[in-house]
């Protein structure tokens, strides 16, 4: 009998045993290399103790949520997740080291070994897709070395990206997709004289080769667009320089760009992003309208859009909101790096936008726009140097849409409230006349309006009523 129990026994624990293994969660490493996880690819719990972000609303005290972007709720008939299609960057996030020109890198996070291994690549990318699923954003953009390194030959390079690519292919599901992808032309020594404006044949043919496979990459992705940054595209003298030659050599490029697009069905818009210097003395995509140029003189005007950066924007002696209106009233608006730099310091600084007034601002002009589909606002945005906890990451992203959501909030507030529409429509009200038709519509000829400044006399002008713009848009912020 006693014999009989303890068999019973037994087999209960068994089941117990049994049913303890097959439901628990499977255990997960911590985000730390150091730890003993076992063999095979690693695969950590990047971010433990953060869970999901969840909208909270403005009288929330937690950190960890969002005050003011609440992804379904919708403003003016859409959704806010569609008015403003955050994107994380995967180089600033998950590459960037706190490092500048004047100190070592300040960041080890805890997943990293301090290699540039593909093994440490595809740890990244869990990091990204791990990120990105706890922040409720399913877009996120690249440089195609920095998701994976460069190998000794454009081959071995290739077969470096495709891999890191695979593995991404698969963590995004069919959620996530990129908002654009890249080649980055700008750090290694062969593009110390440009890329497509290198005076050197081989870095041309080089640089299109590294083009024309971050293309593939992006659109096997399922990427929405494609973004080329000249940062060494133009001079540091003109005493050496066929500036001609070189704008000639870039237009070439960006045809073949669009010509190879086409080819292999890639659907998305190609963009180019304004920047005025840094590190090259003068680029040629110096600000939106020097773009909107270049794309008008070349024919590529219906081929290309501009990505709009913050930062960029002030570097260049304009607002964001300024070249925000250039690339909108163009028709050339397509994406926007949201990011800002500080008024003290004269570098880019890409700091995460944290001014409710600019933010309200760049909205008026988005909404205006109809939205940026299927652009976005990508948060092209570092840590500060000093902030080195991984929470940071989270602190510093939630921030940026909160204060991103808020300005559409306040834009739609005064879209709404008409105040500031009115006002402007007073100011040029003269032109709403038979006479301001007629110069609208390019009918109006000198000798008309000689007669009619003969007939009127001296012409009175109204007040631009500049403090009461001012006091309307202060009083939706």
């Known amino acids: 009998m006693e014999s009989a129990k303890f068999l019973l026994l037994l087999l209960s624990l068994n089941v117990v045993i049994s049913y303890i293994a097959t439901a628990a969660p499977p255990q997960t490493c911590p985000a730390d290399v150091s730890s003993d996880c076992g063999s095979g690819e690693w695969e950590g719990d990047f971010f433990p103790g953060i869970t999901k972000i969840k909208y909270e609303g403005p009288t929330s005290k937690n950190h960890l949520a969002y005050k003011w972007y609440n992804a379904e709720e919708e403003i003016l008939g859409k959704k806010m997740k569609d008015w403003l299609r955050f994107s994380i960057a995967f180089w600033h996030t998950f590459r960037g080291t706190g490092g500048d020109p004047f100190g070592a890198p300040t960041k080890m996070w805890p997943w990293e070994d301090g290699t540039n291994s593909l093994a440490m690549a595809k740890r990244r990318m869990r990091a990204n897709f791990e990120f990105l699923d706890k922040l409720g954003v399913d877009r996120w953009c690249f440089h195609d070395r920095d998701i994976a390194p460069e190998g000794k030959t454009i081959e071995e390079s290739n077969a470096n990206l495709d891999e890191v690519v695979a593995l991404a292919k698969e963590l995004q599901g069919t959620r996530i997709r990129p908002l654009w992808g890249t080649a980055q032309l700008f750090f290694h020594p062969r593009y110390m004289h440009g890329a497509a404006t290198s005076p050197e044949l081989g870095v041309y043919a080089y640089s299109a080769a590294q083009v024309k496979k971050a293309i593939e990459v992006t659109h096997y992705l399922g990427g929405e667009n494609y973004v080329f940054w000249g940062g060494r595209e133009g001079y540091q003298s003109l005493l050496n320089t066929d500036m001609e030659r070189e704008l000639n050599h870039m237009a070439r490029f960006f045809e073949a760009a669009v010509a190879y697009k086409k080819k292999i069905g890639f659907n998305g818009t190609l963009l180019i992003e304004p920047k005025p210097q840094e590190p090259t003395k003068h680029q040629y995509d110096w600000d939106a309208a020097t773009s909107a140029n270049f794309l008008r003189k070349y024919k590529l005007i219906g081929e290309f859009k501009l990505n709009i950066e913050c930062n960029h924007a002030t570097l260049s002696g304009h607002s964001c909101h300024h070249e925000i209106e250039t690339a909108r009233i163009n028709g050339i608006l397509g994406n926007i790096d949201a990011n800002s730099g500080d008024p003290q310091v004269g570098w880019d600084t890409d700091q995460f936008m944290m001014d409710v007034g600019e933010a309200t601002l760049v909205m008026l002009s988005v909404i205006k726009n109809g939205g940026l589909a299927p652009g976005g606002f990508n948060f092209d945005a570092k840590l500060r140097r000093e902030s080195t906890d991984v929470e940071d990451i989270f602190i510093a992203h939630i921030a940026g849409m909160d204060t991103i959501a808020r300005g559409l909030r306040n834009a739609a507030k005064l879209i709404e ?27 109006a000829d000198l000798d008309l309006l000689e007669k009619k400044t003969i007939q009127w006399g001296e012409p009175k002008v109204g007040s631009a009523k500049q403090e009461l713009a001012e006091m309307i848009f202060q009083s939706a912020i």
Request: hydrophobic share 35%; glycine share 14%.
């Open 417 to 443: 409230g008409g105040l500031l529409e009115e006002l402007v429509r007073k100011r040029y009200e003269s032109f709403d006349t038979e006479l301001g038709a007629q110069i609208e519509a390019g009918k």
